[in-house]
């Protein structure tokens, strides 16, 4: 157990027990709702456009600590960032998550969102790691839910 393990745990508990943007969302034009049905995570993304960048995001909802750790550490990643960064971005965190425990990761672009680099050993988390993801991805397409089934 390395120390940069212990500290990826601390920002995980961190961001579980105090969430970022976490609430409504004024002026959101888009959302959707998402659930994990093996965890029983639930969360909502609303998301705030302008032109072809997200100029606000935030989450409602409640599940593990993994699940919201990873919706606070994505709206936090994504605020800011044109969708063509975020899909990039997307892809990124899905081939890290989906991937070997010990594979090599873009560090620069993945930043905070390193810390989940783990839950690649727990396949049941990886759902909890990425239903934020693609409850943010439904929500630009119009989707009204997403599940990670
Ligand atoms: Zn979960």
Known sequence: MSDLRELYQQ???????????????????????????LCGDRVTIHVRLENDRIADLS?????????????????????????????????????????????PIDQDRLGKLAVFQGVCEFPMRVKCATLAWHTFRAALNDGDTATTE
């Open 11 to 37: 920002l995980i508990l961190d961001h579980n027990k105090s969430p970022r943007n976490r609430g409504a969302l004024a002026d959101a034009d888009k959302h959707a709702e998402g659930y994990n049905p």
């Open 59 to 103: 989450f409602e909802g409640d599940g593990c600590a993994i699940s919201t750790a990873a919706a606070s550490l994505m709206t936090q990643a994504l605020k800011g960032k044109t969708l063509a960064e975020a899909d990039a971005l997307f892809e990124t965190y899905q081939g890290m998550v989906t991937g070997e425990p010990d594979a």
